[in-house]
């Protein structure tokens, strides 16, 4: 059983509605102003390997033990009273022990759909020490029935929701005897946001920094629940707000790019070209201490004042979700937005800028033919875009997607599978399909040929930065001449593809292109190595996979006793 406070319960069966629509508050926040001293335990839980979680780079990367920082539980942890004792940890790169547990008095988590096995064993891990546990964030804001288990759920955004969760613990560590429920009712200005809690985490330790600086996204491709999670009118942080959270990731360490987890970038392309200038400045100003990347629409290549201005600020990686390049299928899944000019017109325009192309693609479409996948490999030869996410078709609850296919009865739950979609092919066609794009897409010479016209017709065209400190600083040689080291043992001597990887490597440090040489080879070490993960059946061939999901959970079944006692 469920209390909501706020707002009422919807009733069962009336659909919940997008929490986009969800207002901002009208006024400004009064931080609460607790009359008890708390110990708040955030914990973060440990991905699935996956493709995008580049695991198989980081014992080359020195200290590099996750990917990036986990903006979202940052900046609750941030937001909670001062007056409280706040303890972080990520278990990507250690996993909370029993002695954690039992220091704290609440325990905060959160996570994405991926991670609810992980978040339920850390609930009942909390529980065995009588703890009274709160789950937030997309997962149980998109699915609250996921965390039936949970004392406390705070579905949607920051806000007031989360206010009335704090006042509730500053009156109550008590674990209720039904589950309780705070729902955004006015949403946090994002402008308001507190800068994520950066003095918890040690930065060097993560493979990428990120910030945010809008959310939501003004398409509604059939598959994404973001308009559903976040709305269609992006909301957004002053540049001001951007710059002093750079400034403060900084100051705790610096992996040397740095993502923006923008829904899309260029959703409001008014606001990003008022903040490109910023990070012009702050670049300059600060001796271009990192490379920048985001997220973004493949229609930004119509907008050369913002290209031009994106490459100045030294944004050198963009993800594009191209997601297959059969126009009927582009149409079929509402992404239009991806028509408005040739696609690899787009990408060699994005590359004229020096932005390199991360591509999304997604087999399993009801368009799809026998002839797709020849139609993908087609298109990655002629593109040249070095990684591309090649996932099966995943309904995510609360998309346009998932109510079309449910109301087909096309979801299909059974272990094993590694999708929830019934396909229109074959489903060993399907998976046949993803299995030949991804080993051909990564076999090793095609991948360095790729990288090698990435280092001939893109990072050219990138702005020749200084010599500064704050990239030749004793600390940055030091972290490269380690990282060559491991290069040179793992690839050039280890691998199976050391031949492959010498006729790139060797002429590139003839010439002095180390840096480009080291970024190529780290991220071509992972997808080798996946790939090869892949086609021997140890990873799965969906980022949101159940057979992943449920190996993740007999994994953690399995060192649960031993852990918590």
């Known amino acids: 059983m469920t209390t909501t406070l706020q707002p009422p319960?919807?009733?069962?069966?009336?659909?919940?509605?997008?929490?986009?629509?969800?207002?901002?508050?009208?006024?400004?926040?009064?931080?609460?102003?607790?009359?008890?001293?708390?110990?708040?335990l955030c914990i973060f839980p440990k991905y699935s390997r996956s493709f995008g979680t580049f695991h198989h780079a980081y014992p080359l990367m020195g200290r590099v033990k996750a990917f990036m920082p986990p903006q979202g539980i940052l900046v609750v942890a941030s937001?909670?009273?001062?007056?409280?004792?706040?303890?972080?940890?990520?278990?990507?790169?250690?996993?909370?022990?029993?002695?954690?547990?039992?220091?704290?008095?609440?325990?905060?988590?959160?996570?994405?759909?991926?991670?609810?096995?992980?978040?339920?064993?850390?609930n009942e891990k909390a529980h065995r020490?009588?703890?009274?546990?709160?789950?937030?964030?997309?997962?149980?804001?998109?699915?609250?029935?996921?965390?039936?288990?949970?004392?406390?759920?705070?579905?949607?955004?920051?806000?007031?929701?989360?206010?009335?969760?704090?006042?509730?613990?500053?009156?109550?560590i008590d674990r209720p005897p039904s589950q309780i429920r705070f729902e955004t009712k006015d949403r946090l200005p994002l402008d308001e946001f507190p800068i994520p809690a950066y003095g918890k985490i040690n930065l060097n330790q993560y493979f990428i920094a990120n910030v945010q600086f809008s959310s939501g996204c003004p398409?509604?491709?059939?598959?994404?629940?973001?308009?559903?999670?976040?709305?269609?009118?992006?909301?957004?942080?002053?540049?001001?707000?951007?710059?002093?959270?750079?400034?403060?990731?900084?100051?705790?360490?610096?992996?040397?790019?740095?993502?923006?987890v923008d829904d899309n970038f260029v959703g409001n392309r008014r606001a990003a070209m008022e903040l490109l200038p910023h990070l012009i400045a702050w670049q300059k100003a600060n001796g271009y201490p990192v490379q920048f990347a985001c997220e973004a629409t493949l229609n930004m290549a119509q907008s050369p004042k913002l290209l031009a201005m994106m490459r100045e600020a030294y944004f050198c990686t963009v993800f594009c979700g191209i997601e297959t390049p059969e126009t009927d299928?582009?149409?079929?899944?509402?992404?239009?937005?991806?028509?408005?000019?040739p696609i690899l017109e787009a990408i060699k325009v994005l590359n004229s800028y020096g932005m390199e192309v991360v591509s999304g693609i997604i087999i399993g479409l009801d368009t799809d033919t026998p002839q797709t996948a020849d139609n993908i490999m087609e298109f990655i030869?002629?593109?040249?875009?070095?990684?591309?996410?090649i996932n099966l078709l995943y309904a995510l609850p609360k998309t346009p997607l998932w109510r079309r296919?449910?109301?087909?009865?096309?979801?299909?739950?059974?272990?094993?599978?590694?999708?929830?979609?019934?396909?229109?092919?074959?489903?060993?066609?399907?998976?046949?399909?993803?299995?030949?794009?991804?080993?051909?897409?990564y076999d090793?010479?095609?991948?360095?040929?790729r990288f090698s016209y990435q280092c001939e017709h893109t990072y050219p065209n990138r702005i020749k930065v200084p010599n500064s400190p704050a990239r030749t600083s004793w600390g940055n040689i030091l972290k490269g001449l380690t990282i060559m080291r491991n290069i040179v043992l793992h690839a050039g001597i280890l691998s199976h593809y050391r031949q492959t990887f010498w006729d790139f490597a060797w002429p590139m440090l003839k010439v002095g292109r180390i840096e480009s040489m080291i970024h190529v080879t780290l991220v071509a070490h992972h997808l080798i190595q996946f790939t090869r993960e892949c086609s021997q059946g140890k990873e799965s061939a969906s980022f949101y996979s159940q057979r992943v999901r449920k190996a993740a959970t007999d994994a953690l079944n399995s060192t649960l006793g031993s852990r918590v006692r």
């Open 129 to 172: 020490q009588g703890k009274i546990t709160l789950v937030g964030g997309p997962s149980v804001s998109g699915c609250p029935e996921y965390y039936p288990d949970f004392d406390l759920i705070h579905v949607g955004e920051l806000g007031d929701a989360t206010d009335a969760m704090i006042e509730h613990l500053d009156h109550s």
């Open 9 to 40: 319960q919807q009733t069962q069966g009336t659909p919940t509605p997008a929490l986009g629509a969800v207002p901002e508050l009208k006024c400004h926040r009064t931080p609460y102003k607790p009359q008890n001293k708390r110990r708040i």
């Open 329 to 341: 299928a582009l149409h079929s899944i509402s992404k239009d937005q991806n028509l408005s000019m």
């Open 444 to 449: 090793p010479q095609f991948l360095y040929d």
């Open 219 to 260: 398409y509604r491709c059939e598959f994404c629940d973001i308009p559903e999670l976040y709305g269609q009118n992006p909301r957004l942080k002053d540049p001001a707000q951007i710059l002093k959270e750079l400034d403060t990731m900084l100051e705790t360490g610096n992996p040397g790019a740095v993502y923006f």
């Open 405 to 441: 296919l449910e109301a087909a009865g096309r979801l299909n739950f059974d272990e094993g599978r590694e999708s929830n979609v019934d396909f229109l092919m074959p489903y060993e066609d399907v998976v046949g399909m993803w299995q030949r794009c991804v080993t051909e897409a």
């Open 79 to 122: 937001y909670l009273p001062e007056e409280w004792e706040v303890r972080f940890i990520d278990e990507n790169k250690q996993p909370a022990k029993t002695a954690d547990y039992r220091w704290a008095d609440v325990i905060i988590t959160s996570g994405m759909h991926i991670q609810r096995p992980q978040i339920n064993q850390i």
């Open 381 to 389: 030869r002629e593109s040249n875009i070095p990684m591309l996410t």
